[in-house]
């Protein structure tokens, strides 16, 4: 079982910045790829960025690519997602999940979530 507390969500203007940490207690972290996901009120849940256990390698959304930096600590359990030049539309709870093996896109392949942060950008 991994345990997963997201942290750092708030409320911040259009063009501002945030970061988010999902810091992990449980079983080996780095047993683990770590993904980020958001859901904005009445959408589907969706990909952000993904990291594998090394921190080597990365993945984004089209839409938040050049914007958002995924990176991990393993010493500390945690990672973090930098988000520089928020807009509107990044407005979400943001989730941050593990999966045992590689990083993927995909929703239902990750098998540990945390409760979510709230983001909300003002315009």
């Known amino acids: 079982q991994v345990q997963l507390v997201e942290s750092g969500g708030g409320l911040v203007q259009a063009g501002g910045s945030l970061r988010l940490s999902c810091t992990a207690s449980?079983?080996?972290?780095?047993?683990?790829?770590m993904g980020w996901f958001r859901q904005a009120p009445g959408k589907e849940r969706e990909f952000v960025a993904a990291?594998?256990?090394?921190?080597?390698?990365?993945s984004y959304a089209d839409s938040v690519k050049g914007r958002f930096t995924i990176s991990r600590d393993n010493a500390k359990n945690t990672v973090y997602l930098q988000m520089n030049n928020l807009k509107h539309d990044d407005t979400a709870v943001y989730y941050c999940?593990?999966?045992?093996?590689?990083?993927?896109?995909?929703?239902?392949?990750?098998?540990?979530w945390g409760q979510g942060t709230q983001v909300t950008v003002s315009s």
């Open positions: 449980g079983r080996t972290f780095t047993s683990y790829a």
């Open positions: 999940a593990a999966r045992s093996g590689y990083y993927t896109k995909g929703r239902d392949e990750y098998d540990y």
């Open positions: 990291i594998n256990w090394s921190g080597r390698s990365t």
